[in-house]
């Protein structure tokens, strides 16, 4: 109260001086409180405060989003400019399975491999006794031919063949293959006669493919003359004419044991 009172005297003795209206009574409220200005230091933060805020986002984004963004951002691709033509060409060695084979010599003038072994006797797969067009066939002994003929008819069986004719040259191959697995011309000739004593180069043996032709003409086969001569080659037939009426001869245990294989 002494504060008011005293506030009090002040505002008459201004009136006083300066005959001027005096102050309504609520504005000389001795109830409100006498009004402080606001700290300086707090004021003068106010408006700076959206800046700093707005200096720390900028400096946040800056330098806390770059790394995220350069981690997703995919590398560079190099790019060549290199243009198709100068691409270097795939090596061999570096993928032997492209590579060609080897060319096969080339073949001299005159007759093929395969045509000099049908011409010196040998016979395809599948030839039978009908097959004229081969020399081995062709080139038999013609009572022997027509004796096969006659037999294959008559059995309804195709009558194939392994070997018939044979030149000397061919059977001397034969002779040479068989010294060769055998070991000695001794234990080869048991199987391959010489070029001097073969029935095959005289056209008068033929050797049958398959069983069932075999075991037909070793059980009828007198009937035409045909017999078979050797039992360690029971493909192997000649014709004989006398067993017709006398029936085949008794077998050869191999042809070493032939008279005929001893010239």
């Avoid at 002494?2 to 209206?21: D, M, V």
């Avoid at 493909?235 to 044991?257: I, K, M, N, S």
Wanted: charged share 20%.
């Amino acid at each position: 109260m002494l504060e008011s009172g005293a506030y009090r005297r002040r505002i008459e003795k201004r009136i006083r001086a300066g005959n001027t209206a005096p102050p309504s009574l609520v504005d000389m409220s001795f109830l409100q409180p006498v009004s402080r200005a606001p700290l300086p230091f707090r004021t003068s933060l106010v408006p700076v405060l959206p800046v700093l805020a707005a200096v720390v986002a900028l400096l946040c984004a800056a330098g806390c989003s770059a790394p995220a963004v350069a981690s997703t951002q995919a590398p560079p691709v190099a790019v060549s400019h290199a243009s198709p033509a100068s691409t270097a060409p795939e090596t061999p060695s570096a993928h032997p399975s492209r590579e060609r084979p080897a060319a096969a010599p080339p073949q001299l003038p005159g007759r093929t491999d395969e045509a000099r072994d049908v011409a010196d006797g040998h016979l395809p797969e599948g030839a039978t006794i009908a097959d004229d067009d081969y020399p081995a066939v062709s080139r038999l002994d013609p009572h022997l031919r027509a004796a096969l003929r006659a037999a294959s008819t008559d059995a309804g069986i195709e009558f194939r063949l392994n070997s018939g004719w044979r030149s000397a040259a061919y059977q001397e191959q034969l002779l040479d293959e068989a010294v060769a697995k055998y070991g000695s011309r001794t234990a080869a000739s048991r199987w391959v006669a010489t070029p001097a004593t073969s029935p095959h180069v005289s056209g008068d043996a033929v050797d049958l493919a398959g069983s069932e032709a075999t075991a037909w003409l070793a059980e009828h086969g007198a009937r035409y003359g045909l017999c078979q001569v050797f039992r360690n080659e029971p493909w192997h037939f000649e014709l004989r004419p006398g067993a017709v009426d006398r029936g085949c001869p008794r077998q050869y245990v191999d042809p070493t044991h032939d008279p005929r294989m001893q010239r």
